[in-house]
């Protein structure tokens, strides 16, 4: 049993964690070769669609990993938690885990759909001042790169585990 939630739970943090760098690292540099019209008609589509899809898979990274932890795992006992180091680690990883979740739906999905659905800024840039979307861009960089820090350190926690 505990093999197969723990296989669940690796196939699934890929899903996550590789979908959304793959998006970010893959799909994003690749579609700056397009028209603004159409680069931005994929990346709404393609992240209505993805961000369901990886919300749910994250979820239940989250899930699997409380379960490896407790009813599965070591911890029985709040004692287990708080003086073991996997206790500890376990905790981190849980609220890293929770927070990559949450700043994805409540951050990085939101912006980047305020962004695309900003009309006045596509505009612009098809009338030739590329400079408002891409200030709007750069910050939605930066934004997305707190999730990639959080999976750094959550598969720095696995290993430690
Ligand atoms: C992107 C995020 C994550 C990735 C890539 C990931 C990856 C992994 C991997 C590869 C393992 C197998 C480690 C081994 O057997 O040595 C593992 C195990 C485990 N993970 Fe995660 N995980 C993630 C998030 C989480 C979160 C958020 C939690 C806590 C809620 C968690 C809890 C666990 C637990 C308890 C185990 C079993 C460790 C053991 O007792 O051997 N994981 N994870």
Redesign the pocket.
């Known amino acids: 049993m505990r093999e197969i939630i723990?296989l669940i739970?690796?196939l699934l943090?890929?899903v996550?964690?590789g979908g959304i760098m793959f998006i970010g690292w893959g799909v994003y540099p690749a579609s700056m070769s397009l028209s603004l019209t159409i680069q931005r008609k994929l990346l709404t589509s393609l992240m209505k669609w993805a961000h369901h899809f990886l919300t749910l898979a994250?979820f239940f990274?989250?899930v699997?990993?409380?379960l490896?932890?407790t009813i599965l795992?070591?911890i029985r006992t709040w004692d287990i938690l708080w003086d073991t180091a996997?206790g500890n680690t376990?905790l981190a990883?849980?609220l890293?885990?929770?927070f990559?979740l949450v700043w994805g739906i409540i951050v990085g999905y939101r912006e980047m759909m305020m962004i695309f659905t900003d009309d006045f800024l596509w505009r612009e840039a098809e009338d030739g001042n590329k400079k408002p979307l891409t200030r709007e861009l750069i910050r939605l960089a930066a934004l997305e790169s707190v999730e990639v820090i959080c999976?750094i350190i959550?598969?720095y926690?696995?290993?430690s585990?």
């Open positions: 723990l739970h690796i943090a890929i996550w964690a994250g990274v989250i699997t990993g409380i490896l932890g795992g070591p996997y376990w990883a849980l890293i885990g929770t990559t999976f959550l598969i926690l696995m290993i585990l």
